[in-house]
Structures are given as C-alpha cells and as structure tokens.
C-alpha cells in the first residue's frame, strides 16, 4: 500500500525499461486496476457523506428543482430547449441533459443527484491517472496527481453543488481529449485529429471553462509528449513506451490547432452573448473598473496557491475587493513573474513550465478580467487549473528527493500523511454543505466585508422566521456595500411590518435609486418594491403616490416578462 501511493520513482530509470513501475517492478495491468480502485475508494471514502445532502438555494432551484424544462419530459422539446436557450446565463446543453436524464432516474432525490455528481468526480480522477501514465510512464507519480486531485478540499464545491454539475462534466470531456490527443500526436491522421475536436466541443457545451484546451495541448506538446524537439533532444521523460512520436515544428503545432482555437473563439462569443442576455455581465462591469479587475486577478492569484497549499479558509463566497494597496500588487506581481522565470528556463525539468503554465494560463477566463457577478475568485474555478500545480509539485518533489537520495520509505509515509490529511479536511468542507444556513455562515466566519453572504444569510433567517436574527445581517451588509439594493429592500419590508411606514419607504427609495439601470436580474425586484411602496402609501393615506407606484410596479412587471420571453424563449 505505502509502495503503491509513492510519487517519488525515478522518472529516468521508469522510461529506459519502458514497462517499469513503483520501485522497478514490472507494471502488470492488475498493478494499474489496483491502484485505480484504491484511487476510488480513497474518493468514495473523503466524499461518502454527500449522498445526505439537500440542494441549496443558490442556482439549484433554476438549474434542477424550479426548472419545469429538467423535470418534463425528456422528449425532443426539452433538447431543442437546452440547445438554444440562454437560461441562467449560460449555453451548455450538454449540462441540461445531463440534469434532466437524472431527473427522468432520480425524480428530485438530492442524494441521488450528488451521487452523479460524485460519479463523474471519481472517473476524472482516474482519467487523470490514466493518462498521465499513458503520457509519462510514470505510476507512482501519476497517481499521487491524480490523489491530490480527487481529495483535495477546493474541489469541494465542484461535488456538493449540484448546479456544478457542467464544471464535472467539461472536465470529463477535456481530460478524455486530451487522452486523445496523444492517439492523434503518435499517428496523426484526420480521423484522430476529429475525435479530439469532437471531445472538445463535448466539452464545451458543459461549460466553456475548458475553452484554453488547445493552449494545454501546446503544453502536452512541449511535456511529456516532446512533438516540439527531434529525437536527439529529448530528455528520457519524453521517449514513450510504444514508439518515438513524431516531431514537428512549432509552427506546425500551433498551425494544427487553429480549428480548434476556432472552437474556442466560437464558445467565447456565445458565453458572452449568454452573459449579457441574462444580465450577470452588465453590473459587474459597471461596478469594477478594469484596474480594479487587474488587480483583484493578480492578487487572486496568490490566494489560489495558498488555497492549495494551507485550505483551511474555503468559502463559498469570495467577496470583491474595492481595491488593493499598490505594493501589494506589485510583490504578488513579481513573485508570479519570477515563478514563471525561473520554470520555464528549466530545460532539464520542463514538467515545471507545463505545471505553472497550466495553471496560470487555464485560470485566464476565470480569473475576472471579464468579471460576472459579484465574486472575486471561486473554488470551483480551480477545478482544472489545480491540475497543473499538482503536476510541477510531484514531479518536483520526486526529482528532489531522487537527487538527494531521500529514502522512499520517508517519501511514501510523506505521501501517505498528505493523503489523509486532505481526506479529512475534504470530509470537513463537506460538513459546511449540510444545510443553507451552515453553509452561509460559514462563509461569513471566514471571510471579511462579505456584505452579500451576510445579505444571503439575512434571507435564510428570515425564510426561517428569525426575523430579528435576520436584521443584524441585513445592516451589516448595508454598512458593508452602501451600493447592494437586497439589504435596504429586506430592511424596507421588517419597517412596513412592523408599521414604521416612513422608515420603510426611505428603504424602499434607496432600493429604487440602486436599480434604475438595471434591466435584467433586478427588474423583479424594483417591481416588487414598487408593489410594496404603493401598499405602503396607500395606507398613509398618499393615494396619489400609490396610484403612481401601482403603475410603476406595473410597468417594471411588463418590462421584467418581454425581458425574459426575449432571453429564455
């Protein structure tokens, strides 16, 4: 067992007997499916409590329990739907089928839907393990990939949410392209190279997520597949079992994926349209300025590496900076600039340039440089690129501890700790997942001036009936983001309940004020607030200004329907 979850094998030695496996013994296929099953019962064993939780409240609801497309018929109707739709401001039919197909098997069961989603997280982790093996020979250290991958505590989100479902999904179509692209690379003929683009259209009507695919294959290009140097040049690592790939010019490389960059070009514009149509875009562009938006990017991306290495304050909400102190900047700035230096002019470890690279470049759309909604950087963003640290980081360490002669019994008990100890802070992540209530204010515990999970936990209490709870939420996220309209409206209806009518339609105004030029998601709510303000004059007595509230409501009613028969016919 200790054996089987070393990432430290000799790379070298492991390629020169092209069969070698964990410490030169020879890699049988009952050795590959043994460490497969132990790769999944490691998974299943981090992650068995999710079958007990409920949907959540945040996009469960349109994505599965409130969508009356997912729970019809799955007849021809509901695909031609998924197909063409923009609802919940996004394009991935893939992912609607995927949510109907368990609705038609599992009804509204939640634990069955996360069971799905728990399904595809354990095949991508042994994708992962596959093909990296495939690529590299390397057993041990595939594996340890592909562990740290399955329990790492960050890819939390990704399983207990059922609405990420398309983050699973996609995943799984990249990784069984890029196990493809090594079909293609060793063979090159046209009917390989159009599995691999159909694999990664599949993958994109998940989610446009894997939209740098072909950036990561120029990546497999250079490590461990070698296509860019000639046979000379190739370091042992990239010499395969089976037969030398054939080399080709980088101007070729980059030639053969313009069909491909094509397919990326093409997801990027309909994921743009889909934002706008379904205002998620809009807002956040007004409310950020581009340097804002750099900076927070920048920034991110330092808080992402020390999510990877200490994940001991995940939240489900991260909220957006205002802005950063300039030096701060500027030292992540030059730290990430060196980092990238210093790995890619490794010529004798390019498994480091192919780790980093893939981890910076995969994050680019995730990153908030084209911001949607409101967070500055997200778990489940992470799915994808972590795959890439978890690369350099075992390689790495391997080589290090073979240069240094460590004993492989202290790597494989290193191994093994690292292993259980993200087992268990996978199976803590999870416990925050058991309720609305629990997750939401974790998130407040462990984030500052997160004014919009205080304005969400606000709302959960008083769907509960702690309206008093509520309020002390509802004002500190006012006081944190004067700019957020859900709070004053919440305040605005705790006022006209409890008969203070003026107070309440103070608030109600502010709400008014905040969303004037908004005419996609908030729309309902300046109609509903209008709905209550001529309640609310009317009994003050004010029947002028509660006939023209009526009307108001009314009319933000009329817009808020053409605006949704227009985006979700």
């Not at 700790?417 to 204010?441: E, M, N, V």
């Not at 509802?474 to 983001?481: G, K, N, P, Q």
Request: proline share 4%; with cysteine.
């Amino acid at each position: 067992m200790i054996s089987a979850l070393t990432p430290l094998v000799p790379e070298r030695e492991v390629q020169s007997r092209h069969s070698a496996g964990l410490f030169g013994w020879p890699v049988r296929r009952s050795v590959l499916l043994g460490l497969a099953l132990v790769l999944v019962a490691l998974t299943l064993a981090a992650y068995y409590p999710v079958n007990r939780l409920p949907f959540i409240s945040l996009n469960d609801g349109e994505y599965v329990t409130r969508n009356f497309h997912i729970n019809g018929p799955m007849d021809w109707e509901m695909v031609h739907w998924s197909f063409t739709t923009f609802y919940a401001a996004n394009w991935h039919p893939l992912t609607w089928l995927s949510h109907a197909l368990d609705c038609q098997l599992f009804s509204l069961n939640s634990g069955r839907h996360h069971d799905s989603n728990l399904l595809l997280h354990v095949l991508n982790a042994v994708l992962l393990f596959w093909i990296l093996w495939r690529a590299t020979a390397s057993v041990g250290r595939s594996f340890m990939v592909a562990a740290l991958f399955a329990l790492h505590p960050i890819n939390v989100e990704s399983v207990a949410w059922v609405a990420e479902r398309k983050n699973l999904l996609s995943m799984f179509f990249l990784l069984l392209a890029l196990g493809a692209y090594r079909w293609y690379a060793r063979k090159p003929r046209i009917g390989c190279y159009l599995v691999v683009a159909m694999l990664f259209a599949l993958g994109l009507m998940s989610k446009p997520q894997v939209i740098t695919l072909p950036f990561i294959f120029l990546l497999w290009d250079y490590w461990p597949l070698g296509r860019m140097f000639a046979v000379g040049e190739r370091s042992s690592s990239q010499i395969t079992r089976e037969a030398i790939i054939p080399a080709r010019s980088f101007s070729w490389l980059v030639l053969e994926k313009l069909p491909l960059l094509a397919f990326s070009a093409a997801s990027a514009f309909i994921t743009v349209k889909a934002q706008q149509a379904g205002g998620a875009m809009g807002g956040a562009l007004r409310s950020y300025s581009f340097a804002v938006r750099m900076e927070n990017a920048i920034v991110s991306y330092m808080r992402y590496l020390t999510n990877a290495i200490w994940p001991t304050h995940l939240a489900f909400f991260y909220p957006h900076p205002s802005g950063f102190q300039h030096q701060q900047v500027w030292q992540v700035s030059l730290l990430l600039l060196a980092t990238t230096v210093l790995a890619v002019v490794s010529q004798s470890r390019r498994y480091l340039a192919v780790g980093w690279l893939w981890f910076l470049g995969t994050l680019v759309p995730m990153i908030g440089l084209l911001q949607v909604g409101g967070q500055a950087m997200a778990d489940r963003y992470a799915y994808l690129p972590f795959v890439g640290l978890f690369i350099a980081v075992c390689w790495g360490v391997a080589d290090w501890a073979e240069q240094w002669h460590v004993s492989e019994v202290w790597v494989a008990g290193a191994s093994v700790a690292t292993l259980l100890l993200l087992t268990f802070s996978t199976h803590r992540q999870l416990s925050y997942w058991s309720d609305d209530l629990t997750l939401w204010s974790h998130t407040v515990q462990v984030t500052k001036n997160n004014s919009g999970a205080e304005n969400v936990l606000g709302e959960i209490l008083q769907r509960e009936g702690d309206s008093e709870d509520a309020m002390v939420h509802f004002r500190a996220a006012a006081a944190m983001d004067p700019f957020l309209p859900n709070p004053y409206y919440h305040i605005g209806i705790y006022e006209q309940q409890h008969g203070n009518l003026h107070a309440a339609i103070e608030q109600f105004k502010r709400v008014i004020e905040l969303t004037q030029n908004d005419t996609g998601l908030l729309a309902s709510l300046r109609a509903d607030t209008f709905a209550r303000m001529y309640v609310a004059y009317k009994a003050m007595g004010d029947y002028t200004n509660s006939e023209k509230c009526l009307g108001m409501a009314l009319q933000e009613q009329h817009k808020q329907q053409n605006f949704e028969a227009k985006t979700f016919p």
